[in-house]
Protein backbone atom coordinates (compact mmCIF):
# COMPACT_ATOMS: atom_id res chain seq x y z
CA UNK A 1 0.00 0.00 0.00
CA UNK A 2 1.40 3.47 -0.78
CA UNK A 3 2.47 5.09 2.32
CA UNK A 4 0.57 8.34 1.27
CA UNK A 5 -2.80 6.31 1.44
CA UNK A 6 -1.68 4.68 4.57
CA UNK A 7 -1.36 7.76 6.16
CA UNK A 8 -4.70 9.21 4.99
CA UNK A 9 -6.57 6.65 6.14
CA UNK A 10 -4.44 6.63 8.73
CA UNK A 11 -5.77 10.24 9.68
CA UNK A 12 -9.68 8.87 8.69
CA UNK A 13 -9.19 5.89 11.30
CA UNK A 14 -8.00 8.72 14.34
CA UNK A 15 -11.34 10.76 13.03
CA UNK A 16 -13.41 7.92 13.57
CA UNK A 17 -11.90 6.49 16.88
CA UNK A 18 -12.32 10.32 18.31
CA UNK A 19 -15.88 10.64 17.51
CA UNK A 20 -16.32 7.17 18.61
CA UNK A 21 -15.49 8.48 21.98
CA UNK A 22 -18.25 10.65 22.30
CA UNK A 23 -20.58 8.08 20.98
CA UNK A 24 -18.78 5.46 23.45
CA UNK A 25 -20.42 7.78 26.16
CA UNK A 26 -17.03 7.58 28.40
CA UNK A 27 -16.49 3.69 27.14
CA UNK A 28 -20.01 2.84 28.93
CA UNK A 29 -21.80 1.37 25.74
CA UNK A 30 -20.02 -1.82 24.63
CA UNK A 31 -20.64 -1.32 20.45
CA UNK A 32 -19.14 2.12 20.13
CA UNK A 33 -16.40 1.67 22.45
CA UNK A 34 -15.41 -1.59 20.51
CA UNK A 35 -15.61 -0.05 17.17
CA UNK A 36 -13.51 3.14 19.16
CA UNK A 37 -10.84 0.97 20.07
CA UNK A 38 -10.63 -0.81 16.62
CA UNK A 39 -10.61 2.17 15.07
CA UNK A 40 -7.62 3.71 17.21
CA UNK A 41 -5.47 0.26 16.55
CA UNK A 42 -6.17 0.53 12.74
CA UNK A 43 -5.21 4.44 12.67
CA UNK A 44 -2.18 3.33 14.81
CA UNK A 45 -0.94 0.58 12.82
CA UNK A 46 -1.59 2.49 9.25
CA UNK A 47 0.59 5.24 10.61
CA UNK A 48 3.44 3.07 11.54
CA UNK A 49 3.00 2.02 7.90
CA UNK A 50 3.35 5.09 6.86
CA UNK A 51 6.53 6.13 8.81
CA UNK A 52 8.45 2.92 7.27
CA UNK A 53 8.28 5.42 4.19
CA UNK A 54 7.56 9.29 4.88
CA UNK A 55 9.51 10.85 7.21
CA UNK A 56 8.05 10.55 11.02
CA UNK A 57 7.97 14.40 11.33
CA UNK A 58 5.90 14.74 8.13
CA UNK A 59 3.83 12.03 8.96
CA UNK A 60 2.76 12.97 12.13
CA UNK A 61 1.85 16.54 11.38
CA UNK A 62 -0.32 15.35 8.42
CA UNK A 63 -2.26 12.27 10.77
CA UNK A 64 -2.52 15.19 13.44
CA UNK A 65 -3.68 17.68 10.84
CA UNK A 66 -6.33 15.18 9.06
CA UNK A 67 -7.85 14.23 12.51
CA UNK A 68 -7.75 17.71 14.08
CA UNK A 69 -10.02 18.88 10.24
CA UNK A 70 -11.99 15.93 10.17
CA UNK A 71 -12.84 16.19 13.62
CA UNK A 72 -13.64 19.79 13.67
CA UNK A 73 -15.94 19.46 10.54
CA UNK A 74 -17.95 16.22 11.78
CA UNK A 75 -18.36 18.53 14.89
CA UNK A 76 -19.65 21.04 12.91
CA UNK A 77 -21.91 18.77 10.86
CA UNK A 78 -22.88 15.88 13.38
CA UNK A 79 -22.84 17.52 16.87
CA UNK A 80 -23.90 21.29 15.42
CA UNK A 81 -20.74 22.97 16.99
CA UNK A 82 -20.49 26.87 15.96
CA UNK A 83 -18.23 27.84 13.02
CA UNK A 84 -16.90 31.81 12.52
CA UNK A 85 -14.77 33.05 9.86
CA UNK A 86 -11.85 32.66 12.05
CA UNK A 87 -12.74 28.79 13.00
CA UNK A 88 -12.90 28.28 9.24
CA UNK A 89 -9.55 30.29 8.62
CA UNK A 90 -7.66 27.91 10.74
CA UNK A 91 -8.90 24.87 9.45
CA UNK A 92 -8.05 26.42 5.98
CA UNK A 93 -4.07 27.23 7.24
CA UNK A 94 -4.22 23.46 8.73
CA UNK A 95 -5.31 21.96 5.57
CA UNK A 96 -2.39 24.34 3.82
CA UNK A 97 0.10 23.13 6.15
CA UNK A 98 -0.89 19.21 5.40
CA UNK A 99 -1.05 20.17 1.59
CA UNK A 100 2.77 21.97 1.96
CA UNK A 101 4.11 18.67 4.15
CA UNK A 102 2.95 16.64 1.05
CA UNK A 103 4.39 18.93 -1.51
CA UNK A 104 8.01 19.17 0.09
CA UNK A 105 7.90 15.32 0.84
CA UNK A 106 7.12 15.32 -3.20
CA UNK A 107 10.56 17.35 -3.63
CA UNK A 108 12.60 15.12 -1.39
CA UNK A 109 11.48 11.98 -3.15
CA UNK A 110 12.89 13.43 -6.80
Not at 54 to 75: E, F, K, Q
Not at 83 to 107: H, N, P, R
Request: glycine share 10%; hydrophobic share 60%; net charge negative.
Amino acid sequence: MNAWIALLLAGAFEVAWVVGMKYSDGFTRVLPSVLTVVSLVLSLGLLSHAIQSIPVGNAYAVWTGVGAVGVVMLGILIFEEDIDMAKAICILMIVFGIVGLKMISLETDL
